[in-house]
């Protein structure tokens, strides 16, 4: 049983970059694919993207030109980095795996989550 | 995107009675050439994580009560509680994953009448 831990500041500031961690246990970080999915207070979820143990990504085009995903092998983790944000980046941020393959398929373990709140 | 779209945003049902959700996507998730839908459901309790209920649209993931069911195919959807228990207050959710970006209904909120 693959277990997922986000962690990062939980307050960034307007216009600067949010960077998350996910760090896996139980399992290899070189073993599946890993995604990242955001949920504002009360409201829907949101896929923000993905990354393949080939080392490609996918991203939602509506993040896109902001958004980086990334793994480092060496502390079995994976991370998140997301620019120039604003207050409509403030969400509860979790990092998931799915079950696999060339393209992102359903979310079978998450982490808890993490909020993290822009504001000055 | 393919939008998918729950309804009805909230229920009620009485203990041990059936609570019904419709998803529906905004064009066809069945993949032709395997015959499978790419749509999956999630429960989601107060404070914590979404879990997988379901895939394929009807295949219940390891340890998912046989209450729980998933249907449908092409664009319409339905995830069926047969027997609601208190356990299962809780937001469901669908989400396609036959094309990037993958999305989410907006969600159903189940409660207990």
């Known amino acids: 049983q693959v277990l997922l831990q986000e962690s990062g500041p939980g307050v960034v500031k307007p216009s600067e970059t949010l960077s998350l961690t996910c760090t896996v246990s139980g399992g290899s970080v070189s073993g599946h694919d890993w995604n990242w999915i955001r949920q504002p207070a009360g409201k829907g979820l949101e896929w923000i993207g993905r990354?393949?143990?080939?080392?490609?990504?996918n991203y939602n085009p509506s993040l896109k030109s902001r958004v980086t995903v990334s793994v480092d092998f060496s502390k079995n983790q994976f991370s998140l980095r997301l620019s120039s944000v604003t207050a409509a980046d403030t969400a509860i941020y979790y990092c998931?795996?799915?079950?696999?393959?060339?393209?992102?398929?359903?979310?079978?373990?998450w982490g808890q989550g993490t909020l993290v709140t822009v504001s000055s | 995107d393919i939008v998918m779209t729950q309804s009805p945003d909230s229920l009620a049902v009485s203990l041990g009675e059936r609570a019904t959700i419709n998803c529906k996507s905004s064009?066809?998730?069945?993949?032709?050439?395997?015959?499978?839908?790419?749509l999956a459901w999630y429960q989601q309790k107060a404070g914590q994580p979404p879990k997988l209920l379901i895939y394929?649209?009807?295949t219940r993931e390891s340890g998912v009560p046989d209450r729980f069911s998933g249907s449908g195919s092409g664009t319409d959807f339905t995830l069926t509680i047969s027997s609601l228990q208190a356990e299962d207050v809780a937001v469901y959710y669908c989400q396609q994953y036959y094309s990037t970006p993958l999305t989410f209904g907006g969600g159903t909120r189940v409660e207990i009448k």
């Open positions: 064009q066809t998730v069945l993949y032709s050439s395997n015959n499978k839908n790419y």
């Open positions: 394929w649209a009807s």
């Open positions: 998931a795996k799915d079950w696999g393959g060339y393209v992102p398929t359903w979310l079978d373990s």
């Open positions: 990354i393949h143990t080939t080392g490609s990504t």
